[in-house]
């Protein structure tokens, strides 16, 4: 099932044509938000917050759940999203720490936080993890990136979630088969295929 998106980094991209993309197969609109790193300029940062609103005020007219991008900009991300009713969607490769799980919860409309192989290595995660409500994560691969141990340093594929799969049971302490259902009907949910 395909989503349909323009990358916070393609501020060149033209928003209009999106639309007439979508069908009944899309399943949501991103991966969309915003990068703030030290590289993009002022006014770059200001050209990629009107890409997501043009893209958010899609999601609302197309009734598909956001995929969100968000790097280095946990809270303007929080302060956006918080200007929108009927929302919902996924914080694409969440990094945004414990201390903004309960703001995102927070925002009106139904957001999840996906997590990746990284969980699998990084140090905190599995706090992080801990702390994010069971009915509210899911599980992403971010192909070719962020590959999960035992594969680290090579490119990520789809078959490698099942690394992550089990991550999230020892994390939850849970057994696999439960930890897959309750991930696999949170993401039905988000992407509404129930």
């Known amino acids: 099932?395909?989503?349909?998106?323009?990358?916070?980094?393609?501020?060149?991209?033209?928003?209009?044509?999106?639309e007439?993309?979508?069908?009944?197969?899309?399943?949501?609109?991103?991966?969309?938000?915003?990068?703030?790193?030290?590289?993009?300029?002022?006014?770059?940062?200001?050209?990629?917050?009107e890409l997501f609103r043009k893209q958010i005020l899609?999601?609302?007219k197309v009734n598909r759940p956001l995929i969100i991008h968000?790097?280095?900009?946990?809270?303007?991300?929080l302060e956006?999203?918080?200007?929108?009713?009927?929302?919902?969607?996924?914080?694409?490769?969440?990094?945004?720490?414990k201390k903004r799980i309960k703001k995102y919860l927070d925002l009106p409309g139904i957001w999840y936080f996906g997590i990746d192989g990284n969980l699998t290595y990084e140090i905190g995660l599995e706090e992080v993890v801990k702390n994010i409500p069971k009915d509210r994560l899911v599980l992403e691969t971010d192909c070719p990136y962020l590959t999960p141990i035992p594969?680290?340093?090579?490119?990520?594929?789809?078959?490698?979630?099942?690394?992550?799969?089990?991550k999230v049971s020892e994390v939850w302490q849970m057994s696999?088969?439960?930890t897959e259902k309750i991930i696999d009907?949170?993401?039905?949910?988000?992407?509404?295929?129930?």
């Open 70 to 77: 968000s790097r280095q900009a946990s809270d303007e991300m």
């Open 20 to 49: 007439k993309l979508f069908d009944d197969r899309v399943v949501a609109v991103g991966e969309c938000g915003l990068e703030f790193t030290d590289e993009v300029s002022e006014t770059e940062k200001k050209e990629q917050v």
């Open 80 to 97: 956006i999203l918080s200007e929108y009713e009927n929302l919902s969607g996924v914080i694409h490769c969440y990094s945004g720490g």
């Open 151 to 166: 594969f680290r340093g090579e490119k990520n594929y789809p078959e490698y979630i099942k690394y992550v799969y089990q």
């Open 176 to 178: 696999l088969e439960t």
């Open 185 to 194: 009907d949170n993401a039905k949910r988000l992407f509404k295929l129930v």
């Open 58 to 60: 899609m999601s609302q």
């Open 1 to 18: 099932m395909p989503a349909i998106g323009i990358h916070p980094m393609e501020v060149d991209k033209d928003c209009a044509t999106l």
